[in-house]
């Protein structure tokens, strides 16, 4: 069985960083794809960035140049270095095992998902 664990959310200042992180069990990272999606208050939920087996990385046009997608050695975590946060950043922010468009809620249906961190922005 496939558990994603999502952590790393919280309050934080406009300009601020946070780090997420997902630890990944039950999953063979060698064949796939780790990807972060958020989801805001009203909005559909959009793909932040993904990581793929093959060291490819691809971000949003929102988030390109202040947030980084990495993993670790063991290849069962995987992390999303978030820098100059926005208010617009705020959002649910949850990992998975797939790369989706197009979805209107998160987590969707077909994937793996973790339960979702809530990153909170101030201004």
């Known amino acids: 069985v496939v558990q994603l664990v999502e952590s790393g959310g919280g309050p934080v200042q406009a300009g601020g960083s946070l780090r997420l992180s997902c630890i990944a069990s039950?999953?063979?990272?060698?064949?796939?794809?780790l990807a972060w999606y958020l989801q805001a208050p009203g909005k559909e939920c959009e793909l932040v960035s993904a990581?793929?087996?093959?060291?490819?990385?691809n971000y949003g046009d929102s988030v390109k140049g202040r947030f980084t997608i990495s993993q670790n050695n063991d290849k069962n975590t995987v992390f999303l270095q978030m820098s100059s946060l926005e208010p617009g950043d705020t959002a649910v922010y949850y990992c998975?095992?797939?790369?989706?468009?197009?979805?209107?809620?998160?987590?969707?249906?077909?994937?793996?998902w973790g339960q979702g961190t809530q990153v909170t922005v101030s201004s």
């Open positions: 998975a095992t797939i790369i989706l468009a197009g979805i209107q809620s998160c987590p969707a249906r077909l994937g793996d």
């Open positions: 039950g999953f063979t990272f060698d064949y796939s794809v």
């Open positions: 990581l793929t087996t093959h060291g490819s990385t």
